[in-house]
């Protein structure tokens, strides 16, 4: 059973760019969380999605930020003209149900490099 | 507002000795408290997870606490060794929150001397 996949594990984007970064969940997670972590500090919560519905975007920047989790296919979290300060990991995570005592199981990372 | 604390923000031990992390949460109506390992460059790896009915969790050398009433949780590492450098996360699901959405602490990063 394949864990919380990302991909690419590392992205290299020039200024003015957009970075599309992909999740897939775990097999039979229909939930999906993004995190963003910046050098030296904590994980920062984004997004919280289910399929085809986006259920907390408290923690997503209002500009240039766009996630999506379609019926078929992975989680896409979409950055759109990249700033030097979008330099960061970005962690996906995803838990089987909506139930709040489960736990989130976590990807490995995108790690997001703007030139 | 959940806001999540780790002290300290760094530790440094020889080897041997028992590490003692330190994690402080603000609203204590939670699910439960996450305690993660990650190292550098590398994705976050699950170590104990504490039902908020739970007041603790052991596995191997590692123990756990969690007092919710004083919002607080301790990570206990016996017999520490190199291999258990890493940054220490502690993340809490708050009742408050949507779904299993966890408040991180900024971590505590762990250098144990050979």
């Known amino acids: 059973n394949a864990g919380v996949m990302q991909n690419p594990r590392h992205l290299v984007r020039r200024r003015g760019q957009e970075a599309r970064l992909r999740c897939s969940p775990m097999?039979?997670?229909?939930?999906v969380y993004w995190y963003r972590q910046l050098p030296e500090e904590g994980l920062k919560f984004m997004v919280y999605l289910q399929k085809e519905n986006i259920i907390d975007e408290s923690g997503m920047p209002k500009e240039r930020f766009s996630a999506e989790f379609p019926k078929e296919g992975p989680s896409i979290l979409r950055i759109q003209q990249v700033v030097r300060g979008d330099s960061a990991a970005y962690f996906c995570a995803s838990s089987p149900t909506t139930e709040n005592t489960g736990e989130l199981f976590f990807g490995e990372g995108s790690r997001l490099t703007v030139l | 507002k959940q806001e999540v604390t780790q002290i300290p923000a760094a530790l440094s031990v020889p080897e041997g000795e028992n590490l003692v992390l330190n994690c402080s949460f603000t609203?204590?109506?939670?699910?439960?408290l996450q305690w993660f390992r990650q190292d550098p460059g590398k994705g976050l790896t699950s170590l104990l997870l504490i039902q908020s009915s739970q007041r603790e969790q052991t596995s191997g050398r590692l123990n756990a606490s969690l007092d919710k009433s004083s919002g607080r949780s301790t990570l206990y590492i016996a017999a520490s060794q190199p291999g258990d450098s890493a940054t220490y996360l502690c993340?809490?699901?708050?009742?408050?929150?949507?779904?299993?959405?966890?408040?991180f602490g900024g971590g505590t990063r762990v250098l144990v001397k050979p």
């Open positions: 097999k039979g997670h229909s939930h």
């Open positions: 609203d204590s109506a939670i699910y439960n």
């Open positions: 993340a809490v699901n708050t009742i408050q929150a949507a779904g299993n959405k966890l408040t």
